[in-house]
């Protein structure tokens, strides 16, 4: 029996987050396009499309197109592993989930699931898919969970059930659960605020939540109940940047106060402008009125975060039209996105007063010589993460850009000198931790 060729390597920290998926395809050849397609999604192309990853990893964009449309790799493994790998991260600490969607704009009807709707990025109806999403914060850091994608009816296929997005978003909480995720807090906006089916789930699972509600949402009140507002208070708004903002919080109570209680928040009490003013809904106990706007605020930096990731990454980049196939190029994102996510030192557990700018060259966090680089991001959160990764892979892309004109021009040394810096790259001990 002829023994498996070991796969061809990229650079160290791709290939060892990437080993742990390994054994999920069935041969060395799908294996190295998930790696190469990993390593493409996280490099600086800037549109993700199949040909512009394969240029830059020096790959074909056929092998690409056959691994998402016709390799038979199990999406849902992937995502299991994917979980357990998070998990594993985590480390059983508490964190907050934000329950959000996302919509992209796409021609036509003959992509699944395209249809006239809602479209959040552009604020109108318009054609396009949409999907939602469970994201973990943990510190100042998001991480990918799950996904779904929403059926609209009139594009069901035969086999599918239509299901709203609270609906969903209800499913994906249960799911969560059921992988034993110690959920803090769940975040989410009016649209699941305004939802018995995800707040009932809430309740169920026993889940403390911070949601938005509409200005008139209706709370059932006995005969000569009245609603009443507390005096507004002051607190600061506290963002991922550092900077605050001065804002006012007040309580609403309809009739007496209970578990579930309701607050209205504002930038501006007299004015009360819509755009920034809130209202919110939650079960979290005791005094909350100095947290409780920063705990909601965590929604709109998620959102936020992950418009990040969506741009970084080529979420909606793909040319695929059966959703099988979207549903494998979305995990792929989720996977970068966590490979990225898994090497910040708020996922490794690591002390963020540790790692000032004197301490950055420890040996345990990465060699000397690589902050040495003009471009080297001292800062520890996600963007400066990604940043220094590409650092490490700009060689390697740099090289698969140059390799066509190498093979019809004799420059040698060129080529051996950018292949003697990836190998110096790889030599380092990594700063993944798994």
């Given at each position: 029996?002829?023994?498996?060729?070991e796969?061809?390597?990229t650079?160290?920290?791709?290939?060892?987050?990437c080993?742990?998926?390994?054994?999920?395809?069935?041969?060395?050849?799908?294996f190295?396009?998930?790696?190469?397609?990993?390593?493409?999604?996280?490099?600086?192309?800037?549109?993700?499309?199949?040909?512009?990853?394969?240029?830059?990893?020096?790959?074909?964009?056929?092998?690409?197109?056959?691994?998402?449309?016709n390799?038979?790799?199990?999406?849902?493994?992937?995502?299991?592993?994917?979980?357990?790998?998070?998990?594993?991260?985590?480390?059983?600490?508490?964190?907050?989930?934000?329950?959000?969607?996302?919509?992209?704009?796409?021609?036509?009807?003959?992509?699944?699931?395209?249809?006239?709707?809602?479209?959040?990025?552009?604020?109108?109806?318009?054609?396009?898919?949409?999907?939602?999403?469970?994201?973990?914060?943990?510190?100042?850091?998001?991480?990918?969970?799950?996904?779904?994608?929403?059926?609209?009816?009139?594009?069901?296929?035969?086999?599918?059930?239509?299901?709203?997005?609270?609906?969903?978003?209800?499913d994906?909480?249960?799911?969560?659960?059921?992988?034993?995720?110690?959920?803090?807090?769940?975040?989410?906006?009016?649209?699941?605020?305004?939802?018995?089916?995800?707040?009932?789930?809430?309740?169920?699972?026993?889940?403390?939540?911070?949601?938005?509600?509409?200005?008139?949402?209706?709370?059932?009140?006995?005969?000569?109940?009245?609603?009443?507002?507390?005096?507004?208070?002051?607190?600061?708004?506290?963002f991922?940047?550092?900077?605050?903002?001065?804002?006012?919080l007040?309580?609403?109570?309809?009739?007496?106060?209970?578990?579930?209680r309701?607050?209205?928040?504002?930038?501006?009490?007299?004015?009360?402008?819509?755009?920034?003013?809130?209202?919110?809904?939650?079960?979290?106990p005791?005094?909350?009125?100095?947290?409780?706007?920063?705990?909601?605020g965590?929604?709109?930096?998620?959102?936020?975060?992950?418009?990040?990731?969506?741009?970084?990454?080529g979420?909606?980049?793909?040319?695929?039209?059966?959703?099988?196939?979207?549903?494998?190029?979305?995990?792929?994102?989720?996977?970068?996105?966590?490979?990225?996510?898994?090497?910040?030192?708020?996922?490794?557990?690591?002390?963020?007063?540790?790692?000032?700018?004197?301490?950055?060259s420890?040996?345990?966090?990465?060699?000397?010589?690589?902050?040495?680089?003009?471009?080297?991001?001292?800062?520890?959160?996600?963007?400066?993460?990604?940043?220094?990764?590409?650092?490490?892979?700009?060689?390697?892309?740099?090289?698969?850009?140059?390799?066509?004109?190498?093979?019809?021009?004799?420059?040698?040394?060129?080529?051996?000198?950018?292949?003697?810096?990836v190998?110096?790259?790889?030599?380092?001990a990594?700063?993944?931790?798994?």
């Amino acid at each position: 029996m002829t023994t498996p060729r070991e796969p061809h390597s990229t650079i160290s920290f791709v290939d060892q987050y990437c080993s742990v998926y390994q054994h999920l395809f069935a041969d060395v050849r799908t294996f190295e396009c998930f790696k190469s397609l990993q390593l493409g999604l996280i490099s600086e192309v800037k549109r993700k499309t199949l040909p512009a990853i394969a240029k830059a990893v020096g790959t074909d964009a056929q092998a690409f197109h056959h691994f998402l449309v016709n390799s038979p790799w199990s999406v849902k493994s992937f995502r299991e592993q994917r979980i357990t790998l998070t998990k594993q991260a985590l480390n059983g600490r508490a964190i907050t989930v934000c329950i959000d969607e996302t919509g992209d704009k796409k021609k036509g009807n003959k992509t699944d699931y395209v249809s006239r709707q809602y479209i959040g990025n552009v604020g109108k109806i318009d054609n396009g898919i949409v999907s939602v999403h469970a994201f973990g914060l943990l510190g100042n850091i998001t991480f990918p969970l799950l996904f779904r994608v929403f059926k609209p009816e009139r594009r069901l296929q035969e086999s599918d059930q239509h299901k709203s997005k609270p609906k969903i978003a209800a499913d994906l909480i249960d799911e969560l659960c059921e992988h034993g995720f110690n959920i803090g807090l769940v975040v989410a906006d009016s649209h699941y605020g305004e939802s018995s089916d995800f707040i009932d789930t809430l309740r169920k699972q026993q889940l403390h939540y911070v949601v938005a509600i509409r200005s008139n949402h209706g709370v059932w009140m006995l005969k000569g109940w009245v609603v009443r507002c507390n005096r507004w208070k002051m607190f600061e708004r506290h963002f991922s940047n550092g900077k605050t903002e001065t804002r006012y919080l007040r309580e609403i109570i309809f009739g007496k106060r209970k578990a579930t209680r309701y607050y209205q928040i504002t930038t501006d009490t007299e004015k009360q402008p819509e755009e920034s003013t809130w209202y919110v809904m939650t079960n979290l106990p005791g005094k909350i009125e100095k947290t409780v706007g920063n705990l909601f605020g965590d929604r709109t930096w998620v959102e936020y975060c992950f418009r990040q990731v969506k741009a970084e990454l080529g979420w909606k980049d793909y040319k695929l039209t059966a959703y099988p196939c979207i549903e494998k190029w979305w995990e792929m994102v989720y996977g970068a996105y966590g490979m990225v996510s898994l090497q910040t030192p708020t996922m490794k557990g690591e002390d963020l007063e540790e790692h000032t700018v004197g301490a950055a060259s420890k040996s345990d966090r990465c060699p000397e010589i690589w902050i040495n680089h003009k471009w080297w991001d001292e800062k520890q959160g996600w963007k400066a993460v990604l940043n220094n990764m590409r650092l490490l892979v700009q060689p390697l892309v740099c090289l698969s850009l140059l390799m066509p004109w190498l093979q019809v021009i004799d420059l040698t040394g060129l080529g051996e000198a950018l292949q003697d810096l990836v190998d110096k790259l790889n030599g380092f001990a990594v700063f993944l931790r798994l």
